[in-house]
């Protein structure tokens, strides 16, 4: 079954707003499978929505709308779909019934715009919207059929889960492509490629990369015939030729990896972080049942902080500043040893667009205190993509992912060397 | 000038990725005048992309590709522009001698498929990449120009602010239409439209209401003869009914906005978080020149930590847990003191999806020490967003925006009088 996607809204041809529905949607999509063959994005504008709505049913068997069904004037989508079926709108009594008591209920007064969410193009299918106040609409066209939703993210989601995507299911009938993503950090992609080039030639299998700073997710589908099994076939091979450099899969991200190895082994973690700012500590709380496992980190932005909350040596910080790998190294034991807990993880860095402490921008030092008294510091070579402000979050972004794949490799007792050795060269070089 | 836009990525329709460059090219290319009409997204489909080139043309004078450029055997919008152009690939020798220098200087290993990057479409004009490898390329086609960029977002970036645009925008001429985004926070949207209704009223005026979690942008633009002077008139308006809901313009985060006022004030400050997790931390540090104003900060995640690490009465915590005003008034209180900071911003809170400490949902104390020993709490009531996992990041995000507003408005010295009188009632209703 394929599904053409037509999201609605000036806001984002002008860019105030990524489109992160139509991200969601496809994958969603493809996960009950459902092929969703193009996507389109066009403004606020009646006619050019009736026409993009009929021009993708040319080619499509259904497209699914979002936005345009709010309150305000420039919200058309209905008298869109009106339009394209060639019927009116109508006033629905239930609907406006239900306005007026979720409005009662929270206490805000019904601006008269509102009722405009009470109008339904003539004949049109209701989907429940049981997260919001407008529902979604279902709409026979020649061509097939029109979903509109709303653009409030999570209303959209709600109805899709809940109504539209059971429907597309038992309508496109099971999958005949099989899907997996699995996920690297620290790995060039064309050296991945190269590594898997006989993957690739493996019948009705073909491998995407999806790279992230510092990490890129491979995602391997399969076709054809028995498709699940020639996807684990797949899978198999990747993992047995990239070892140990594929960390996960799907949504598992370094963190929520990280936070199962650390609840199978009873331990904890605290973050000591200086350039990332507190991006190690969101990221490790962001997995669920973190609290489980990561106790709390140290924000020591400005330099003198490192010595005032961390415990490391003024002498240490005054002859070499804070971009070294022995900064690094006291900072993963003094969080560890404040907090108690069983790892420390560090950072300190440079992340530009400025050089710091005659350090140039990408050089970088992230500590790991473990138990009995083990430090390890690493020195990953982070290549600087670019110029200007930008380069600063990708650093950021590509120090979290280095730090809580040290971790990871840490825990797992894989080897680190490689990376230590570079931080032993740098100490050699700057003494 | 008309422009479309056509990404090109099995990865897009698929959900992997959000199309962040459509949005940034959205944006930037209204900033010079020309008009984004339509954003389309195909798959890796040779004659998929060379049919919504063309259709593209068909509708506006230009249309701007990202995606397809790289050197694996997905990637062919170059192939799909030769075709659209009737012609083929010529391989392009100083392309190739640069490849190759390039790989030489950063050690990595040439592998074969990269040569596809030194083939043009014969006639085509190349787009000087100086952040990359591949260039872009300007081909004449029937209907207009088909501009075909990385889909590597610095690289696609760098080619459009040098070469593409100041093109664009020079075939474009002045533009009609003047626009500015206003932001503000705490306030509903409709209640903002309510009381913004004589603006949309004004000749040629319109407004658009962008919401997040907590914040509210409002786009004006002003069309029509002295679209400056009637923009001008409207923001000014705008800003009269509002007052200082309104807390900057265009890209001025919040962030950026206490940041400002800091420096003003030679003050400084410091973050103790706990639900939000480092991400209050990670949004001070992302303005420019924060190590000026931004101290450091405590995740004190874990309960016990915020006795720990910021001095919390042990029998406060006892008492009552750690979601309760006189809890966050301590962090406050401790972060500030330890780090030695002007102010110290705290939060506490119930982020769910579970209900803390018997708290529901929802519940959260900002709290702000100041100079003098100053101490405010605050309880802003967090309308719950939904069901589900999803609703955590959403109270996150609403309590970090509440707390940066906070300390905005202590700074300005307005009133959060309101926001105090909610958790003294809390107070006095649970002891």
Redesign the interface.
Known sequence: MRVELLTVG???????????N???????L?DHGVE????????DELD?IVE?VASALGRADAVITTGGLG??Y?DVTRDALAKAAGVGLVRDPALERRLRERAEASG?ML?P??FRMAEVPEGAGLLRNS??TAPGLRVELPGGIAYALPGVP??MR?IMDEVVLPELAAIAGPPGVA?R?LRTARV?E?VL??RLAEVEAMDGVRL???PDPAEV?I?VTAAGPDAPGRLAAAEARVRELLGDVVYGVEDETLARVVHRLLVERSATVA?A?SL???????E???A?G??ET?????????TE?KA??LGVPDALLAEHGAVHPDVAAAMAAGVRD???TTYGLSVTGVAGPEPQDGRPVGTVYIGLAGPEGTRTVVSPKL?V??????IR??IQRMTVVHALELLRRALLGLDVAEWSEESRRDREEWG
Do not use: C, H
């Open positions: 000036d806001e984002l041809l002008l860019g105030d707003t990524v489109n992160g139509a991200a969601w949607l496809g994958r969603r493809a969703v063959t193009r996507s389109v994005v066009v403004g050019v993009a309150p305000t420039d805000r601006q715009m509102a997260a919001g999570f209303e709600t899907r993503t060039w064309s490629a190269t995407a990369y999806l997710k995602r973050a972080e990332t700012g507190g991006l190690i500590s969101a490790l709380t962001a669920p973190s609290s990561y106790a709390g980190g140290i924000v020591a932005y400005a902080m005032r909350l404040r907090l108690g290549p993509p670019g110029k200007g402000p930008e979050a990708v």
